[in-house]
């Protein structure tokens, strides 16, 4: 059924259990490559400032804030104002992640964002943001793998980082302004969706990237997915074709996240030696309350280890993760020393988990 791809550097050979004694501060040899796995070094966010209520969307579509609030956990979700773009979100969330890090943007060798509502076709945002931040020395292009662009990004990242060479820090963010393609007209979706960026710079330091695993199953890639592409209409035959909405099939990708959301986590933590207690922290994408505590129940870890943010961001796509991960990390939740695992599900369909010691 799944067709497994991709991107699965399977354990880093020198640190595979939490205590394992990796007390690393991770040091490259004489070519420039990484001894040990690359570290978080900073973390940043951005929200854009309008903020978009159950009530609100109540005036646009049939519906309601009590519905709203049951099935999906969401009361408010943030969305850029008219002509903030992808890119100003992204910049933002990258300068406050280099601020974090006590980084300059001309410390930056390799710039990757994760985004599926890239403002422009032949410039990439990550290009845009080098612009933006002066990060005249980073090479940048942009990852798109929706909901798990995030995770693709940072195992990419994580593989320039350990060829060394001229690769010694990273900036990963995750951007999605999915007001752009939201129908507000439609309200199986667009009470959803949010607008948002999450950044992390990597490099050598404290903490350690662990493990990554990306999966995709692109015979299912029409449960979620655009009537139209950005480029022209997906069927010429079909002028009805609203574009580039995005359309889902919205129980089955309840069902799909779930699994997931179990499959990955289980399997990342045994592959590392690791058992459900070892970990501090689950972070998973923020699609919808009921997905996450079903996952939780279903895996047998408590909604207490898991980061939520949804009810105030919706479901920000390649966002929603570094956005989450930043809050635990600005009110200390997130403690260095802590194993994290970050777990996505989405677009594609796709899943993939990161296990981290932050
Ligand atoms: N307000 C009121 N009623 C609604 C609304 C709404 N906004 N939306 C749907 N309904 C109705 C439906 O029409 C249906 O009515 P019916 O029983 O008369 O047919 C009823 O509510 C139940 O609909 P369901 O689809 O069964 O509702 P469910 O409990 O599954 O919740 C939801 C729907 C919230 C979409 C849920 O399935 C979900 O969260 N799915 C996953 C969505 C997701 O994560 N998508 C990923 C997006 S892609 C990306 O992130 C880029």
């Not at 509502?117 to 990439?124: F, K, L, S, V």
């Not at 940048?140 to 909901?147: E, I, M, P, Q, S």
């Not at 045994?270 to 919808?288: F, K, S, Y």
Request: charged share 20%; proline share 4%.
């Amino acid at each position: 059924m799944s067709s497994k791809a991709d991107i699965h550097p399977g354990p880093s050979s020198d640190s595979t259990a939490p205590g394992s004694g990796t007390d690393i501060a991770a040091h490259a040899d004489s070519s420039g490559r990484l001894a040990t796995a690359p570290a978080v070094l900073g973390i940043g966010a951005y929200l854009p400032t309008r903020v978009l209520g159950n009530d609100e969307l109540a005036r646009l579509v049939e519906t309601n804030d009590a519905w709203i609030r049951e099935r999906t956990g969401i009361i408010e979700r943030r969305v850029s104002a008219p002509g903030e773009t992808t890119a100003d979100l992204a910049t933002r969330a990258a300068l406050a992640a280099l601020e974090n890090a006590g980084l300059a943007a001309h410390d930056v060798d390799l710039l990757l964002v994760a985004t599926i509502t890239g403002d422009e076709a032949p410039r990439a945002t990550a290009v845009r943001v080098q612009h933006a931040i002066g990060a005249t020395e980073a090479t940048a292009f942009d990852v798109g793998l929706a909901c798990t662009g995030f995770l693709a990004a940072l195992v990419t990242a994580e593989q320039f980082l350990r060829a060394g060479g001229p690769y010694q820090h990273a900036l990963v963010v995750g951007v999605d302004r999915l007001s752009a393609i939201t129908d507000y007209s439609d309200r199986d979706t667009c009470v959803l969706f949010g607008d948002g960026a999450g950044a992390v710079v990597l490099g050598r330091g404290e903490g350690e990237l662990l493990d990554h695993e990306i999966r995709v199953d692109g015979g299912r890639g029409d449960t979620i997915t655009t009537r139209a592409t950005r480029i022209g209409p997906a069927h010429a035959e079909a002028p009805e074709a609203k574009g580039p909405y995005l359309t889902m099939r919205g129980r089955e990708v309840f069902r799909f996240a779930v699994q997931a959301f179990c499959d990955r986590i289980e399997q990342v933590v045994q592959r590392n030696g690791m058992t459900l207690e070892d970990l501090d922290w689950i972070v998973p994408h923020q699609a919808n309350q009921r997905i996450l505590e079903a996952g939780a129940r279903k895996l047998g870890v408590p909604m207490s280890k898991v980061i939520t943010n949804v009810s105030t961001r919706g479901n920000t796509s390649a966002a929603s993760i570094p956005i989450a991960l930043q809050e635990a990390v600005a009110d200390g939740r997130v403690q260095r020393g802590h194993h994290i695992a970050l777990v996505a599900f989405g677009g594609g369909l796709s899943q993939g988990v990161s296990l981290l010691r932050w």
